[in-house]
């Protein structure tokens, strides 16, 4: 049974960061790519970040985000990472992870607001 679990996210004060994890479970975690997607309010799911599964690719980041956050994966441990630096209100959302096989997290909030 396939299982991804996001935790790390929050409330943080703008200009603030945050690392957010997706534990990964039930399938062969270092034959995919992975990736971040975010959900706001009355708006739909946008992809932010992927990192693909092969070494020596390059991670790709959404226009919003790319300078600001950084994908990372560790596959002893089955995890992706999405460092979030210097976050802004508009950042404010639901962050998901995929395997892009169709599975996803349950989410976790992020909130930044002074």
């Known amino acids: 049974q396939v299982q991804l679990v996001e935790s790390g996210g929050g409330l943080v004060q703008p200009g603030g960061s945050l690392r957010l994890s997706c534990a990964a479970s039930?399938?062969?975690?270092?034959?995919?790519?992975m990736s971040w997607y975010r959900q706001a309010p009355g708006k739909e799911r946008e992809l932010v970040a992927r990192?693909?599964?092969?070494?020596?690719?390059?991670?790709d980041y959404s226009a919003a985000v790319k300078g600001r956050f950084t994908i990372s994966r560790d596959n002893v441990k089955n995890t992706v990472y999405l460092q979030m630096n210097s976050l802004k209100p508009e950042d404010t959302a639901v962050y998901y992870c995929?395997?892009?096989?169709?599975?996803w997290g349950q989410g976790t909030q992020v909130t930044v607001s002074s």
């Open positions: 039930g399938f062969t975690f270092n034959w995919f790519a």
């Open positions: 995929t395997n892009g096989a169709g599975d």
């Open positions: 990192i693909p599964n092969t070494r020596n690719s390059r991670a």
